[in-house]
């Protein structure tokens, strides 16, 4: 450890060439300025509110307290962090390789640890399995962390656990800020959340975890999942595991990027509330793009697209919101296997307007929309649907309102010419829409179309039987009509 002192005391300490020098130094010091040593017999410096610690490799280690050797230097970091007073302050790791056998433990309010962008590394060494940098509550409730502008490594190939960043313990933790760090290649999850309120992440990487890319999850107790985090810029790609899956509450991801992940985007869990995907790209993952349970979960202006199952899977939710997205080409893993939107299990209550949901590839949605006939009260609406293999939407469910999408016409009319023959008693128009009608109108156009007939309809035609044939003559059977699913 070394600080900056006055002249007079640079003079004493400039000539240190061993240990026994050095304390000697030390006490000549003490008696010269009056203060007291730490039990070691070293004098305890006050550092104030930050602290600067260099890695065995920086460049310029003179202003550092504390010089790590490339060995176990989780314990200058962390020394550092219990010098720092009550009220926090700043751990500022130079540029350099730091390699950490232990975590680093955030465990008191107001501490920021801060690097020098992606040239200060924090690396797990081998066998470690541990995680990068926790944030432990056990003692109580932690105020406003700060991680910021650091690389983490995890060395997966050489260790079986441990994840980048990890917040846990039995009290909050409030206001964590983790900016511009990357954190990589953990042999768990590359951030695990399992205690917090009011996080703000903000353009992080996490990649090439062995499970997921962020876990929100508290598996010690369900009862206190974390709630209201905000992601903005941040990059979840390359997990084995999906690239975001969370519990809690009020989860807000926005213009973040999921994407090659081996499973899902991003899958919301069961009892889940009011968590919104505001303009991401989540693209190429190994089965859905994002699966959602829960309730009042919000998908708005996303591109969702080349997931190797479905664009989105909505499974015994309520009030899902799915407005403005483009999902394009899913159910990669092969042609007509999977639907772009699919609702099962009960799911009541979605909203799915305004989205372009089309296939130009040679492995094509099943459906556009599909719907069991568990699923209830879904309005769809706006949505333009195109390229699919079977349906542009399969409807099982009989309290769904669907109206004006393009690719599934839900309402047609118009006028309808024919030239009678006089022995012609039926005739047949197309209405061109997406299933039978349920609402049929023909009234006759012409003279020689009134008389007495009835109306039947399929699938596919609107058929007008009379009683007696129209006279013979050129267009003079004219029919109005107007049909609704």
């Known amino acids: 450890m070394r600080s900056r002192y006055p002249d007079q005391i ?8 061993s240990q026994a020098e050095l304390i000697d130094a030390v006490r000549k010091i003490q008696q010269a300025i009056g203060t007291s040593s730490g039990g070691d017999g070293l004098l305890k410096f006050p550092m104030g509110a930050t602290v600067i610690i260099a890695a065995a490799n920086s460049k310029n280690k003179a202003g550092a307290h504390y010089v790590c050797d490339g060995t176990d230097d989780q314990e200058e970091i962390n020394d550092a962090i219990q010098s720092l ?34 040239a200060t590394r924090i690396a797990i060494t081998a066998g470690a399995d541990c995680d990068g940098i926790q944030i432990d509550s056990s003692a109580g409730d932690i105020r406003l962390p700060v991680i910021a ?58 990649e090439s975890c062995d499970q997921h890319g962020v876990y929100i999850n508290n598996v010690t107790d369900p009862s ?8 903005f810029g941040d990059h979840m790609g390359g997990n084995a595991k999906s690239g975001v899956w969370m519990q809690g509450h009020q989860h807000e991801f926005v213009c973040c990027y999921m994407v090659n992940n081996g499973e899902n985007g ?7 509330r009011y968590n919104r995907l505001v303009n991401c790209f989540i693209d190429s ?63 009541t209550d979605t909203k799915i307007i305004g989205n372009i949901i089309e296939s130009t590839t040679a492995n094509r949605h099943n459906d556009g929309i599909s719907m069991e006939s568990t699923v209830d009260n879904t309005v769809i609406y706006g949505n333009s649907i195109s390229g699919y293999a079977v349906n542009a939407i399969r409807n099982l469910s009989a309290t769904s309102v669907i109206a004006d999408n393009v690719g599934y016409r839900t309402k047609n ?46 699938a596919t ?16 059977v004219v029919l109005h009509w107007y049909a609704e699913v």
Do not use: M
């Open 10 to 17: 640079d003079k004493l300490v400039a000539a240190w060439t």
């Open 461 to 476: 035609n609107i058929t007008v039987t009379y009683a007696t044939a129209p006279p013979s003559g050129t267009d003079n």
């Open 285 to 347: 993952n190994g089965t859905n793009g994002v699966y959602t349970y829960g309730q009042g979960n919000q998908i708005i202006g996303c591109v969702i697209s080349n997931n190797q199952a479905r664009g989105i899977r909505v499974q015994g939710a309520a009030n899902i919101v799915i407005i403005g997205n483009i999902i394009r080409n899913n159910s990669q893993e092969d042609d007509s296997l999977y639907d772009g939107i699919e609702l099962v299990t009960s799911t």
């Open 224 to 231: 206190l999942q974390p709630t209201s985090f905000s992601f």
């Open 266 to 272: 991003v899958y919301i869990d069961d009892a889940t």
């Open 413 to 458: 009319g118009g006028t309808a010419t024919f030239s009678g023959d006089g022995s012609a008693t039926t005739f047949t128009i197309a209405h061109g829409l997406a299933a039978t009608p349920s609402k049929v109108s023909v009234t006759p156009g012409s003279a020689d179309a009134r008389g007495d007939f009835h109306v039947t309809v399929d």
């Open 149 to 206: 502008w650091l690389y983490l490594y995890g060395n997966k190939t050489n260790n079986t656990a441990g994840s980048g960043i990890h917040t846990f313990g039995a009290n909050q933790v409030y206001d964590l800020l983790v900016f511009h760090v990357q954190v990589f290649n953990f042999a768990e999850h590359a951030a695990f959340f399992e205690r917090g309120h009011a996080f703000r992440i903000i353009d992080c990487d996490f």
């Open 85 to 118: 007073p009550d009220s926090g302050g700043t751990v500022l790791l130079l540029e350099g390789d730091y390699f950490i056998s232990a975590p680093i433990v955030i465990n008191k309010t107001g501490v920021a640890i801060v690097g020098q962008g992606w």
